[in-house]
């Protein structure tokens, strides 16, 4: 099995690699360096998932020959009270078209990082500060989740695999 996915972040490698270790699924994965064809950082469910679709599709057209492409994209949107949340889209795209995407659950943002994306901020440039600032557990806790994302990358992209590999 080939696997073409669209990104070469090394985090985002480390958890393909593990979850397809722990499904005992054998592949040769490519990955690609791609844009998302979104904003840096995007800021409605739409725009995130788009940009997951936007990677699978990039990869898979630089790499035709792949069983199937993968997009991950990790972003924010805001309740209806005016909250943001983070979460990540995993898309899974076939050579004909076939296209699964699924969503990790969303994690209300603190405050601090609440309004950092409301004065359309990157939040990356302020996860240190953060870490740095709140020195609870809870607060290191969702520190490090809104830095490595790992989380939500994991389970988006398990319930996406998932569901593709059941389908096939």
Same mark, same amino acid.
């Given at each position: 099995?080939?696997? =073409?996915? !669209?990104?070469?972040?090394? +985090?985002?490698?480390?958890?393909?690699?593990?979850?397809?270790? %722990?499904? !005992?699924? $054998? =592949?040769?994965?490519?990955?690609?360096?791609?844009?998302? +064809?979104?904003?840096?950082? $995007?800021?409605?469910?739409?725009?995130?998932?788009? +940009?997951?679709?936007?990677? *699978?599709?990039? *990869?898979? *057209?630089? #790499? $035709?020959? #792949? %069983?199937? #492409?993968?997009g991950v994209?990790? !972003?924010?949107?805001?309740?209806?009270l005016g909250q943001y949340s983070m979460f990540c889209w995993t898309s899974v795209l076939t050579p004909s078209n076939k296209l699964l995407s699924f969503r990790s659950q969303k994690v209300l943002l603190p405050q601090f990082h609440q309004h950092k994306l409301i004065n359309n901020l990157d939040l990356c440039d302020y996860v240190r500060d953060y870490l740095k600032t709140y020195s609870d557990p809870l607060?290191?806790?969702i520190g490090v989740l809104i830095r490595d994302r790992t989380p939500l990358i994991e389970k988006s992209l398990e319930s996406a695999l998932l569901a593709f590999l059941i389908k096939n």
């Amino acid at each position: 099995m080939i696997i =073409a996915f !669209g990104s070469t972040s090394e +985090g985002k490698k480390t958890i393909l690699n593990k979850l397809l270790s %722990d499904i !005992g699924i $054998p =592949a040769e994965i490519l990955f690609i360096n791609v844009t998302s +064809g979104v904003s840096q950082q $995007p800021l409605t469910s739409l725009e995130t998932k788009t +940009g997951s679709i936007n990677r *699978a599709q990039n *990869a898979l *057209a630089l #790499a $035709p020959h #792949a %069983d199937f #492409a993968l997009g991950v994209e990790v !972003g924010y949107h805001p309740n209806r009270l005016g909250q943001y949340s983070m979460f990540c889209w995993t898309s899974v795209l076939t050579p004909s078209n076939k296209l699964l995407s699924f969503r990790s659950q969303k994690v209300l943002l603190p405050q601090f990082h609440q309004h950092k994306l409301i004065n359309n901020l990157d939040l990356c440039d302020y996860v240190r500060d953060y870490l740095k600032t709140y020195s609870d557990p809870l607060s290191q806790y969702i520190g490090v989740l809104i830095r490595d994302r790992t989380p939500l990358i994991e389970k988006s992209l398990e319930s996406a695999l998932l569901a593709f590999l059941i389908k096939n």
